[in-house]
């Protein structure tokens, strides 16, 4: 999701073996990608006999840093290895010899709330999981970090619903972030 990306400007996906740091994939405006404000899938495969791939292994997204702060938000990123001869995602805890990979995906990292619909036009609708009875604090916050709502609740254990207001809000994307004692989590929100 690229948000003021002129033609021509780019932004690449670099990884770091060890040797410093590659360069592995581009996408331009224009060429990868036609406009912006529109999600796009994109798909990057690596021939590990190209890299040494090890538990250090680093990857690097970066924009080509225009003056006009370009922005692009990245979501939803899998890695893949070889599992048993095939290519697939790899699991919680699971390693290859092949790729060094270990993708550690531990269930307290779970999300405590979600937001949908998402992308979202006039309201969405945020779902926050409570372990115990706190006060909840959920701000939306422009990409900049400027608050345009706040919200105090009083929730119970338990899993709770709340719809949010989102029509007096420009097209863009925004933060959700949901702090309490015991939680603090930030989520993406796309106004259309």
Do not use: C
Not at 52 to 80: C, H, K, M, P, W
Not at 126 to 141: D, F, H
């Amino acid at each position: 999701y690229a948000r003021s990306y002129a033609n021509g400007e780019y932004f690449t996906l670099s990884v770091n073996d060890g040797s410093g740091f590659q360069e592995v994939a581009r996408w331009t405006r224009g060429t990868d990608f036609a406009s912006n404000n529109t999600f796009y899938n994109g798909t990057v495969t690596l021939n590990a006999a190209n890299f040494s791939f090890g538990s250090n292994t680093q990857f690097r997204f970066e924009g080509e840093g225009a003056a006009n702060r370009d922005q692009v938000y990245l979501d939803q990123i899998t890695i893949t290895g070889i599992v048993n001869g095939a290519v697939a995602p790899l699991e919680s805890g699971q390693s290859t010899t092949n790729t060094g990979i270990t993708i550690f995906d531990d269930e307290e990292d779970a999300p405590s709330f979600s937001v949908f619909p998402n992308p979202a036009k006039l309201s969405t609708t945020l779902s926050i999981s409570m372990e115990e009875a706190e006060v909840v604090t959920v701000e939306v916050l422009t990409i900049t970090g400027q608050s345009v709502m706040t919200q105090r609740m009083n929730l119970e254990v338990g899993t709770h619903e709340r719809t949010l207001d989102i029509s007096s809000l420009q097209p863009g994307m925004y933060l959700v972030s949901v702090k309490s004692e015991n939680l603090q989590e930030t989520q993406r929100l796309v106004v259309e």
